[in-house]
Every structure is written in C-alpha cells, then in structure tokens.
C-alpha cells in the first residue's frame, strides 16, 4: 500500500528511522506514536498543529500516515523511562486493528523494563490485555470528559463513553493500572463528579484537565457552545476572553473536597508509580497545569509561572 482512500481516510506508509522520539516534556522520557495523524478527529484537538510538520493539507482527522520503523535494536535503553504511547495519535485507533503498529511497538518494548503510558479513546486496547499483563509497569489512560453520548459524538468520532468505561473495567480487571482522564473539561458541560461516581472501582487515577482554547480550533468550540449551549456564552467569553478563573478555582476547590469524601488523595502529580486503594482513585489536579505550583504535591497553587508550550495532547504536560 502506497497511499490508498478508505471511507474519507487517506491512508498512506511512511518510513520513519527511529520510533523512540525524546519528549520534551519537563519529566522526559519518550513519545511514542505509532501513527501520524489521528481519525478520532476530535474538535478541541491540540495536536492538530502536529499537520504542519507532515505536508497534509488535508483537513485534520481525515489522513493517517502508517509508520514503519526499524525493530528497536535495544529495548533495555529505556529502562525506567517513561514512554508515552499516543500523545500526539491514538495508538488504537480503529485502523489499528489492521495494521497492529502499536501491538508491534509493546512487543519490541516487551522486555524493556520502561513505564508504559498508553493514551486512547478507544476499547481496542483490551486486544492486548495479554501483552500488557507481561510488561510491569503499565498504566492505560481513556479521555473521559462526559457522560452525554450526544456531546460526545459532536466532539470526536471515536467509540462511545460505554465503551470506554467497559473496556477500563476489563484493564482494571485484569490486574493493570487504570486512568480516567476528564479532559477536557468543559466548562457547564463536563459533570466531573458524575464521571468520578462512575469510574472509582475501576481505576487508579483520575485526571482533571481545563479546556484551554489557545488552538486554531477556538473559534469552532466557541461557535458550538453559541449553537447548542446558548446559555453557556457568557460563561465562556468570561473564562477564554476575559480570562477569569473564578469557575475552575470553584471547581478546583469541589473537586479537592469530593477526595476528601471519598477518601481519595489530591494531589498535581502523580508520580512516581503506584496503585490506588480499591475504590479510592487518586484525583490529581492538571488545571491550568502549565503553571508551576509547590514542590509539596497538595494540589495547592503557589506561583503562575508558565511553562512552555508543549507538544503532547492526550498526557497532561506536567508529567
Ligand atoms: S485529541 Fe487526541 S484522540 Fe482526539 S484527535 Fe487529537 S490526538 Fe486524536
């Protein structure tokens, strides 16, 4: 296959000379991404920039690059790294179950001894419960930002909420560690608390992340919220336009007293690695994560320093 057009999707091979790209992530470790591109095409994508570097003028989400690289000669390079597989794609995209690159890529990291990260929307993960069992240190992150069907099929194209939520079940299950990512969050739309009530006996982690609208993609959200969420307009000129931040400093704060309830850890960091009690996720705190904040891991602010802008979409940048 050279380059071929399947259902809107131009698919085409590309030869890369190395699949371990560094991140430049402040934590480092690798970024990994089996793919170029990514047809879950969702409307607030960061990574759509990622466009600019491959030569597609095709809209965002409807091409895909398949990578080939060569094996990675020396897995045990990476041990104890933190590889990061899907930030800028979604390793398990549907056209992944045809052409394995991601399968490919766990099983020459097999034995490597590196943290795995894996990032999706997708339930096609599950396929390789068998592999990630043998790996140690695996962690499976699905972006979760609703429980509405309707909102989400207007933000991505990738499979429904119930699928997500049952295929974290069956990783949970299955002895590997689990993350719910409420990201990102949608001001007056994002029900976070419901999410969390949904996925606390089957993860070990649960992510918050703002939305933040500095992607050419700002005008199409605000557009949609003026559409369907008319009520919502105000809202949204105050947080994007005007930049205030009372709504997520209130929402920062529900969210600190839902872990107390519950009995969960809030924390803005979640490393190192490690298992959360059963039924008590950790809840960590990745608003506004560009800034840097305590050395104390309390999820408390302490300064509004700025990072800078980073490349990764689906992982939190602050690592
Ligand atoms: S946000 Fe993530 S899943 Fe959605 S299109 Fe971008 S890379 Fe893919």
């Known amino acids: ?156 194209r990738a499979v429904s909420i119930e699928r997500r939520l049952s295929a974290m079940k069956q990783v949970y299950d299955a002895g590997i560690r689990t993350v719910c990512f409420i990201s990102p969050v949608f001001p007056g739309i994002t029900d976070f608390e419901a999410i969390f009530h949904r996925v606390k006996d089957q993860c070990d982690l649960v992510w918050l992340e703002n939305l933040n609208l500095r992607g050419g993609f700002k005008g199409e959200i605000l557009d949609y919220i003026g559409e369907k969420y008319p009520h919502l307009t105000d809202l949204y000129h105050a947080i994007y336009s005007k930049g205030d931040r009372s709504y997520f400093r209130a929402l920062e704060q529900r969210a600190e007293q839902l872990a107390g309830e519950n009995g969960c850890p809030f924390v803005d960091n979640e490393l190192p690695y490690g298992r959360a009690e059963p039924g008590h996720p950790v809840i960590v705190d990745y608003f506004y994560h560009e800034e840097i904040r305590g050395s104390e891991n309390t999820g408390k602010r302490t300064g509004r320093k700025q990072r800078p802008p980073e490349e990764d979409c689906e992982v939190p940048q602050k690592g």
């Open 1 to 156: 296959m050279a380059e071929i057009m399947e259902q809107g999707i131009l698919i085409r091979d590309v030869d890369t000379k190395n699949i371990m790209t560094k991140s430049s992530l402040p934590v480092g470790g690798y970024s990994v991404n089996p793919y170029v591109g990514c047809t879950h095409g969702c409307k607030y994508c960061y990574a759509s920039f990622m466009k600019r570097f491959t030569g597609h003028t095709e809209p965002w989400g409807t091409f895909l690059d398949v990578k080939h690289w060569p094996e990675i000669r020396d897995p045990r390079k990476y041990r104890g790294q933190r590889v990061v597989i899907g930030s800028v794609t979604d390793g398990y995209l549907p056209q992944e179950a045809r052409f394995g690159n991601t399968r490919r890529l766990l099983e020459q990291l097999k034995d490597s001894g590196a943290e795995i990260l894996i990032c999706t929307k997708s339930d096609l993960v599950v396929r390789d419960i068998d592999l990630l069992r043998e790996m140690g240190k695996v962690t499976v992150s699905w972006s979760i930002n609703t429980l509405d069907e309707g909102f989400r099929a207007d933000m991505d």
